[in-house]
């Protein structure tokens, strides 16, 4: 019998000498970002970064800048340099299964962070519940524009899960309230804030009595903010973000615009980092991880542009 309990012992201590050794094993990591000119983007990278550091994990990361193709490149060649992981913000929804066929057909487990690819998800997927926080956002525009009035969404790009997400969510919105008729929506390609002035010029030709606009990134809103401030509308108009930006942050806090959900980029970032540690180290994880975000107005931005989450 004791010579059984020796045995069960060591059997332990062997496993569990293993499973450190196996989470040890993680020395580098890939971090392919869909476009390092979003302020979203880059904070998640960051936050990678510093985690990483503290783990003593190298960190590869590559920028798609938007570029379906070039991602996909990009991956490739990372799966040459011997990582141990994969982090990946897909720069589209086209052709955002394929590196993660490549990566999974190389034995590298992928974390997804934003958007997921239809038909072939990572290991697993971090993302803010855009559904509900994209809801919140348009609820919160509705009321102040009294509950009725001509609205126009400057969408981002579009199929990618933040845009489906967003879209359904405030859509949930707009339904809830027969006085909010949607007059115009535009796709934008890449979230920008030149983009999403261009957008609001056209639609302010087209519809100079907009009262309320949600767009789905905060470069998109301070885009339409700004073109709303060249145009001069006799009526007030309400525009909602998304994201918290750490620019759009300074600007909301300014009044440049109203509202916005302010996305926990830096816990993404951490999670990314610890999902590859516990994957390789042999760990369950969840499929799907959501994280809330913040409806961010003047009265509590200040909190945010102190300490981002």
Known sequence: MKFSRILLTSAALLALSLGQANAAEVKKIGLAVANLQ??????????????????????????????????????????????????YIPAGAAAATVPVKLAKAAGVPVINIDRNADGAPGDTFLATDSVASAKAVCDYIIKQAGGSGKMVIIHGQKGTTPEVDRTKGCMESVKANSGVKIVAEQ?????????????????????PDISIVFAQADGLALGAAQAIKVANPSQKIVVGGFDGDTAALEALKNGVFDVTATQQTQKMGRTAVEMAVKIVGGEKVPAVQLSDATLTTKENVAGFIANHP
């Open 38 to 87: 979003a302020n979203f983007f880059n904070q998640i990278k960051q936050a990678v970064e510093a985690e990483a550091k503290t783990r003593g994990i190298a960190v590869v990361t590559v920028d798609a800048k938007g570029d379906g193709p070039t991602q996909v490149n990009q991956i490739q060649d990372l799966l040459t340099q011997n990582i141990d992981a994969l982090i």
């Open 187 to 207: 796709w934008s390609n890449m979230w920008s804030q030149d983009e999403g002035f261009q957008i609001m010029q056209n639609m302010l030709q087209a519809n």
